[in-house]
Nanobody, 121 residues
Framework: QVQLVESGGGLVQAGGSLRLSCAAS????????MAWFRQAPGREREFVAA?????SSKAHADSRFTISKCNAKNTLYLQMNSLRPEDTAVYYC?????????????????WGQGTQVTVSS
């Protein structure tokens, strides 16, 4: 099992920035793809970004957001810049076996509890 705990969400004004963190623990996470998804009320969960554990491959749905990680800390990050009210959502950290990036939430085995991001206009 892998445990994922997100932090760093909050209230920010439009145009501001936030950095989310996801602490991973449990079974070795060195063979996992890590990702961020988000879900706004009444909408499906959508892909934000993903990264292989080696960091050699990344994918982003939006160039305003940057995914990164610190292997020494087993921590995943999401730097979000130029935030807009439509970015308001619960942001989830996720992990899946293997080394292939994926944008489908159904492909991820492990999920954190989510952290709320609210962007005011």
């Amino acid at each position: 099992q892998v445990q994922l705990v997100e932090s760093g969400g909050g209230l920010v004004q439009a145009g501001g920035s936030l950095r989310l963190s996801c602490a991973a623990s449990g079974r070795t996470v060195r063979s996992y793809v890590m990702a961020w998804f988000r879900q706004a009320p009444g909408r499906e969960r959508e892909f934000v970004a993903a990264i292989t554990w080696s960091g050699s491959s990344k994918a982003h749905a939006d160039s305003r957001f940057t995914i990164s990680k610190c292997n020494a800390k087993n921590t995943l990050y999401l730097q979000m810049n130029s935030l807009r009210p439509e970015d308001t959502a619960v942001y989830y950290c996720a992990a899946r076996d293997g080394a292939v990036l994926a944008g489908d939430a159904a492909g991820y085995n492990y999920w954190g509890q989510g952290t709320q991001v609210t962007v005011s206009s």
